[in-house]
């Protein structure tokens, strides 16, 4: 789905001096046609070496990058389809070019070899960069001759190719969405399928859930930045424009998201006002990825918590009565070994404290 969408009322009617096409034009082409640009505003790879993004996340970022802004300067007559055209190649291949640097090692070399592919079977050579501007024009030329009349002018031909360029760069490959896309929907119902007990199996979805959860983080960041850079783009910063009107799947997103922030605030703030006062602060720290994974804490995790509790302070207890020992044996050759004493004063200890260690379990 497109970042943004337009008013119907305010698509006609808007004439904008050619200085101000100009500026809009060398506005977008600065920003999104240049990967340099595109690093530098959404940032680069934290895993520098393996990538940061699954293929499923990848396929996500492309389609948010995608040049559809593009179409809507088309719809509102800011811009003509000549002007639009070659923006939106140099966008499209930025964001191709984007996405795969975000993207893991085996994603990108798919990538690179599927585009490969399709140029040496198209045109005897392997370009893993995909299609130049002259092939991509020859391409939408030699459909628009077969789908218009004998009777059509150059000047529409050109215009019909440039619309169909800018047309399909804000397009996917449906197959390819297919194949990454559809297996998070998979990944999903299994996730759905299995019981919350602590399985193996279990314990590995929702460890790659919670991976999950932080890339959508950082795609929405990105989708975000986006959506403001095109608000600047339309309405020349006019925050209350009519002009740009968010999409209800972005609405609904951002609300998604700020109810499961309040919900892992709640959370904290509840388990830290239950357990504060037997729970040293690290165990607590200990169990915030339970509490990121949405698990509630049984009586049995409790319980596993205070022994934890107990027995550090058992141990801290240990290393007092130590330093105590070791003050009060001044002459070691006439008195009982310090490892002695201090194998003793563990055991009285554990001796001690194993009573409520146990009342725990």
């Known amino acids: 789905s497109s970042p943004s969408t337009i ?7 808007v004439a904008l001096d050619p200085a101000e096409h100009e500026r809009r034009k060398r506005e977008w082409a600065a920003k999104y046609t240049d990967v340099s640009t595109l690093r530098h505003t959404f940032g680069t790879n934290r895993n520098k070496l393996w990538g940061d993004f699954d293929p499923e996340t990848t396929r996500r970022l492309y389609h948010t990058l995608l040049p559809r802004a593009l179409m809507a300067l088309k ?83 050109t215009r019909q190719i440039c619309l169909r360029i800018l ?25 759905h399928a299995l019981d919350t007990g602590s399985t193996d199996v279990g314990t590995s979805i929702k460890r790659k859930d919670a991976m999950k959860r ?36 972005m609405e609904r997103k951002q609300r998604k998201e700020k109810r499961r922030r309040r919900r892992r605030e709640e959370e904290t703030k509840s388990m830290n006002q239950t357990e504060g006062k037997d729970l040293d602060l690290s165990l607590v720290n200990s169990i915030r990825p339970m509490i990121a994974e949405r698990r509630r804490l049984t009586a049995k995790d409790v319980a596993r ?25 001044p002459d070691r050759a006439t008195s009982l070994p310090l490892r002695e004493l201090q194998s003793s004063s563990r055991k009285k200890i554990w001796h001690e404290r194993g009573a409520k260690v146990q009342h725990w379990e």
Not at 7 to 13: K, L
Not at 175 to 187: A, C, N, R, S, Y
């Open 7 to 13: 008013a119907p009322s305010a698509v006609a009617g």
């Open 75 to 157: 719809d509102l007559g800011i811009m003509t389809e000549k002007e639009l055209a070659p923006l939106a190649y140099e966008a499209r291949n930025a964001a191709k070019k984007y996405a795969r640097e975000r993207s893991m090692v085996p994603g990108r070399v798919f990538s690179m070899c599927y585009d490969g592919y399709r140029s040496w079977r198209s045109y005897g050579k392997w370009n893993p960069e995909g299609m130049t501007w002259e092939q991509v024009w020859e391409k939408y030329e030699q459909q628009i001759v077969d789908e218009l009349s004998d009777d059509h002018d150059d000047e529409e031909l």
């Open 167 to 191: 047309e399909r760069s804000c397009k996917t490959n449906p197959t390819v969405d297919k194949i990454f896309l559809g297996e998070d929907q998979e990944h999903e119902k299994k996730a």
């Open 214 to 249: 932080q890339r959508s983080m950082d795609i929405a960041s990105i989708s975000a930045q986006l959506e403001s850079d095109i608000r600047e783009l339309l309405t020349n910063g006019d925050q209350n424009s009519q002009l740009f009107e968010p999409t209800k799947t």
């Open 305 to 329: 918590l205070r022994m934890m509790a107990e027995a550090k302070r058992a141990f801290a207890g240990i290393k007092k009565a130590e330093k105590i020992l070791q003050a009060s044996v």
